[in-house]
């Protein structure tokens, strides 16, 4: 007969579990049911677990989104995310967690992210009782002149509200003056308790 031995070691002082004999022979093989017993018993489980990395379906949905909103904050590119270096530190940190790959953070996270805090600004207005609009005009990097809105409420800072892209519009006095009228609709006029812009002309004629 031949015997064989498996070793399971389980403990950071290399303590060894229980051994698993096999009696080996030409017709049959046997197992001893007590060893079994005590491998499968609960405080032997929970001994194995902790070296078995696990991540559920929550957690990744988490980790994902701590992730995104970390690339989010800091302006990070997207394309950093399928470096073979980030995913090497997760595999270390991790290695049962795959981190988003730059499709997902700038698509569906990305939605996600824009939805949750647009409904955060929602709540915040619906609270608000008192509110002001202030707006200015500006030129991004590709020559697009863009007129954005923020609002200002006591208690909290300062609210991106949104944005007009103003390509082929003629920034007028009543031009602006109706925009700031719509923005001051969509929150509740009575709401509203000042307008502040730029001391340019046309800001001051609307």
């Keep these: 007969d031949q015997q064989i031995v498996k070793r399971f070691r389980g403990t950071r002082s290399n303590a060894s579990l229980p051994l698993l004999g096999i009696a080996a022979s030409n017709n049959d093989s046997e197992v001893s049911s007590a060893t079994l017993s005590q491998l499968a018993s609960p405080s032997r489980m929970l001994t194995m677990d902790r070296w078995i990395d696990t991540v559920n379906s929550d957690h990744k949905e988490k980790l994902d989104e701590a992730i995104a909103k970390f690339y989010y904050r800091t302006a990070i590119p997207f394309n950093t995310a399928d470096c073979k270096a980030w995913k090497d530190v997760w595999l270390v940190a991790r ?54 809105f923020i609002l200002i409420i006591p208690n909290h800072k300062p609210l991106f509200y949104g944005f007009i892209d103003c390509d082929g519009q003629s920034q007028t006095s009543l031009q602006i003056a109706n925009d700031l009228i719509k923005v001051i609709e969509e929150i509740g006029a009575a709401k509203v308790n000042s307008v502040v812009t730029d001391n340019a002309a046309t800001m001051q004629g609307a």
């Design 95 to 148: 290695p049962a967690y795959e981190p988003p790959s730059s499709k997902r953070l700038r698509t569906t996270l990305l939605t996600k992210a824009f939805n949750k805090m647009q409904c955060n600004v929602n709540e915040i207005i619906q609270d608000a009782t008192s509110v002001s609009v202030v707006s200015d005009g500006w030129s991004n990097l590709r020559n697009e002149h863009l007129v954005n």
